[in-house]
C-alpha cells in the first residue's frame, strides 16, 4: 500500500524563474546553494526531457551517498515535474518505490511551490523520520533559491582600427540598420518602437532562431554623442523573466589616436541573510575562514594558509582547492580588514584564473547587521580577458566516454555511420545528417541538422582525418553552428582508447560490515601494521575520507614505486562499496594513463565476499601483464592479512 505527503512553499521569486532554478536547472544551482548537503547533480542519460536520468550526489550530512532520479513529466508551460527514484537513497532498505510530482502555480508576483511526495514502505518499517527531513530538506533548498538573490554585469574591451566617432554611430547608434546586414543568421531586425534614438526611446532586436529568443526590447538610457556613450536597459523579452530580473549595459568609445577602444568593466553583487550575528558571521566566515572553510566544505576547500602577514592588510593568503574546482589554487591579498565595521576587501594575486580568464579579481565583502541576524553583502569586481566566454559551450563539449562496446564497433556506430543512427537515437537534438560532398572519406563535408532543442539549426563539418585502423577522426566546422558568433574556428580529433580490466575475488571469514571497515576504510592504519614489508604509510592527503578526499599509500623498496595517490570517487557504507582513481604516482603515466578500482563486499552467511574490478587504460604499446598478475596477488593477499588479523582479534571493529 502507497503512501503520500504534500508540502507547499510559498515565495517571492515568480513562479518560471523558481521553477526554471529550482527544478530544471539545479544540476548546477544545488550544489552552490546547500554545499553541505548536495556535492553535485550529473545527468546520466537523456537531455534533460522525459525519460533522462540525472544523480544527485550528497555529503555525508545525508545518510546514503546518493540517488538516482528519473524525469517522468517536464512541462515548462505549466511548471510541472514529476520524477522517480530508480537507484540509491532509501530504495530497497526503506521503501520499494518513490515519486514527486512538482508543481508551482503563480501567486500574484510571487509563486506558490506544490510538492506531492508517493512512497511505498517496505514492510515493518518506519520512516515517519525519514519524511520528516525530506520535508525540510525540500523547504530548505526552496528557501536557498528565494534568498538567493544576484545581479551581474559583463563587460570587455574591444580594440578596433576606426575612429571613435566611426565605430560609435556604426555599431551602436545605426545598429538598427547595420546589424540585420552583418550578422543575419542572428538579427533579423531592429526596430525603433518609441522615440527618436535619444534618451527615452525604445527599440526592439530581432533574433534568428538560432538564439533561444525571439527579441529584445531596451530602453536608451543615456545617449552622448560628444563623450561616444550609451547606457541601455533590457525592458522586455531575452531572458528577463526568466533567466534574470533586470540587464543594462554601459558601452563607451574612446579614441586612441586614429583608432579606438571599446570599453566595459564586470561585476557581480550577492546578498546572503543570516540567523548569526553580523560579528559571529563575520569572524567565522571570513576571518576565520583557514580554519573553517576545510572542515564545513572539504569536498572543494583543502586548506587555507597564511602565506605572508597575520591577517592583517597587505596579508597574502592561499586557499587549496579539491579536483572538484577546475584550478588547484588561488593566492589572494588581503586590502582592507575593518573588525568595526565587520568589512573586508581581497585581490587575487596569484591562481585561479588569473591570466587564463580574467586579468584582475577583487572582492569586496560588507556584513550588515538585521536585528539578531545579519545580511552578508559582497561585491565581486573582475576584468575579463578580451573575447568571447564560450566556458559552458566547451563544459558541454568536453567529455570522455567510458563504454562497453569494443573499439572497432564503436568507432564505425558512432563516427563513421552516425549520418544514420544519430537521428535514430536522438531525434529531440538531431533530426538529419547528410553528406554534402565526398564519400566519407577525408576531405569530405557532412551537414548535421538540428532540432529547435539546440539555439543553431545546423553545422557543416569537414572530414580532415579518418583513420579506421587506429580508430580516429579529425573534423573542422567550415559553416554554421556558433562559428562567427561565438567562435572563429572550432575543430574535433575523436580517439577510441581501449581500457581493460582484471577482477578478483575473496572469500572471509569476517562479516562484510567488519571486513569493510577494517580492509578498506581504516587502511590508513591497518595497512601499515599488517604488511610493513610493503606499505610503509598511509595517509589522508585532503578530505575526510568521503567521496572526493586524497590519500597516499606509500610502499617500501619492493615495489617499483615510492607512493600513490588515489581519489575516493564512491564510499557507500551501506552498500558495502568503493571506488577509487589514481590521480598521482604508481605506474601513472610511466605504463597506464588511467587506473580505477571498484571494490564491493558481500555478505555470504556469516562471512563475506570481497570483489574487486579493477579498469586501466595502458600506455600504447607497453605490456602490463606481469604488473597485473602482481597487483591481483597484492589485493588477495591484503584481503587476507586482514581477515587472520581479524580472527586473532575478534573484538575488532565491532
Do not use: C
Not at 529550482?22 to 550544489?31: E, K, R, S
Not at 518499517?125 to 544576484?150: C, H, L
Not at 567550415?478 to 580529433?493: N, R, V, W
Amino acid at each position: 500500500m502507497s503512501s503520500s505527503w504534500t508540502l507547499e512553499v510559498e515565495t517571492k521569486e515568480s513562479a518560471a524563474a523558481i521553477y526554471k532554478a529550482a527544478f530544471l536547472d539545479w544540476h548546477n544551482l544545488g550544489p552552490k546553494l546547500i554545499p553541505e548537503l548536495i556535492t553535485s547533480v550529473t545527468l546520466i542519460s537523456g537531455g534533460g526531457t522525459p525519460g533522462s536520468i540525472r544523480q544527485i550526489n550528497f555529503t555525508p550530512a545525508v545518510p546514503f551517498g546518493f540517488v538516482k532520479e528519473r524525469l517522468d513529466l517536464v512541462d515548462r508551460e505549466k511548471l510541472e515535474l514529476k520524477v522517480s527514484i530508480v537507484e540509491g537513497g532509501d530504495l530497497g532498505i526503506k521503501i520499494e518505490s518513490a515519486t514527486t510530482h512538482i508543481k508551482v502555480e503563480p501567486k500574484g508576483n510571487g509563486s506558490i511551490v506544490k510538492v506531492t511526495a508517493t512512497y511505498k514502505a517496505i514492510a515493518g518499517v518506519d520512516i515517519s523520520e525519514d519524511i520528516k527531513k525530506a520535508q525540510e530538506g525540500f523547504i530548505k533548498s526552496i528557501k536557498a533559491q528565494a534568498r538567493r538573490k544576484m545581479s551581474s554585469s559583463w563587460t570587455a574591451e574591444v580594440e578596433t582600427k576606426a575612429p571613435a566617432a566611426a565605430i560609435f554611430k556604426a555599431a551602436f547608434l545605426d545598429w538598427h540598420n547595420l546589424g540585420p546586414k552583418l550578422i543575419p543568421q542572428i538579427i533579423t531586425g531592429v526596430t525603433l518602437i518609441s522615440g527618436d534614438g535619444s534618451a527615452g526611446s525604445i527599440r526592439q532586436i530581432n533574433f534568428s532562431p538560432a538564439v533561444p529568443f525571439s527579441f529584445v526590447k531596451e530602453r536608451l538610457d543615456f545617449v552622448d554623442h560628444e563623450k561616444f556613450e550609451l547606457k541601455t536597459s533590457v525592458v522586455e523579452g531575452g531572458d528577463l523573466g526568466n533567466k534574470i530580473e533586470s540587464a543594462t549595459s554601459h558601452i563607451k568609445v574612446e579614441p586612441k589616436g586614429n583608432s579606438s577602444i571599446v570599453k566595459m568593466s564586470s561585476s557581480w553583487t550577492a546578498e546572503v541573510e543570516t540567523k548569526a550575528p553580523a560579528a559571529a558571521i563575520f569572524k567565522a566566515a571570513f576571518l576565520d575562514w583557514h580554519n573553517l572553510g576545510p572542515k564545513l566544505i572539504p569536498q572543494i576547500i583543502t586548506g587555507v594558509t597564511l602565506i605572508s602577514g597575520d591577517g592583517s592588510p597587505g596579508s597574502i593568503r592561499q586557499i587549496n582547492f579539491s579536483p572538484a574546482v577546475p584550478f588547484s589554487f588561488v593566492k589572494e591579498r588581503l586590502d582592507l580588514v575593518d573588525h568595526e565595521k565587520l568589512e573586508l576587501k581581497t585581490s587575487v594575486v596569484e591562481g585561479g584564473d588569473l591570466g587564463s580568464k580574467i586579468e584582475s579579481a577583487t572582492s569586496h565583502i560588507k556584513v550588515e547587521p538585521k536585528g539578531n541576524s545579519s545580511i552578508v553583502k559582497v561585491l565581486a569586481t573582475y576584468k575579463a580577458i578580451a573575447g568571447v566566454d564560450v566556458a559552458e559551450d566547451i563544459k558541454k563539449a568536453k567529455e570522455e566516454v567510458e563504454t562497453k562496446a569494443p573499439a572497432a564497433a564503436i568507432f564505425k556506430a558512432a563516427f563513421l555511420d552516425w549520418h544514420n543512427l544519430g537521428p535514430k537515437l536522438i531525434p529531440q537534438i538531431i533530426t538529419g545528417v547528410t553528406l554534402i560532398s565526398g564519400d566519407g572519406s577525408p576531405g569530405s563535408i557532412r551537414q548535421i541538422n538540428f532540432s529547435p532543442a539546440v539555439p543553431f539549426s545546423f553545422v557543416k563539418e569537414r572530414l580532415d582525418l579518418v583513420d579506421h585502423e587506429k580508430f580516429e577522426l579529425k573534423t573542422s566546422v567550415i559553416e554554421g553552428g556558433d562559428l562567427g558568433s561565438k567562435i572563429e574556428s572550432a575543430t574535433s580529433h575523436i580517439k577510441i582508447k581501449m581500457s581493460s580490466s582484471w577482477t578478483a575475488e575473496v572469500e572471509t571469514k569476517a562479516p562484510a560490515d567488519i571486513i569493510f571497515k577494517a580492509a578498506f576504510l581504516d587502511w590508513h592504519n591497518l595497512g601499515p601494521k599488517l604488511i610493513p614489508q610493503i606499505i610503509t604509510g598511509v595517509t589522508l592527503i585532503s578530505g575526510d575520507g568521503s567521496p572526493g578526499s586524497i590519500r597516499q599509500i606509500n610502499f617500501s623498496p619492493v615495489v617499483p614505486f615510492s607512493f600513490v595517490k588515489e581519489r575516493l570517487d564512491l564510499v557507500d557504507h551501506e552498500k558495502f562499496e568503493l571506488k577509487t582513481s589514481v590521480v598521482e604516482g604508481g605506474d601513472l603515466g610511466s605504463k597506464i594513463e588511467s587506473a580505477t578500482s571498484h571494490i564491493k563486499v558481500e555478505p555470504k552467511g556469516n562471512s563475506s565476499i570481497v570483489k574487486v574490478l579493477a579498469t586501466y587504460k595502458a600506455i600504447a604499446g607497453v605490456d602490463v601483464a606481469e604488473d597485473i598478475k602482481k597487483a591481483k596477488e597484492g589485493f588477495i593477499n591484503s584481503v587476507k592479512a586482514v581477515e587472520q588479523h581479524l580472527e586473532a582479534n575478534p573484538g575488532a571493529y565491532a
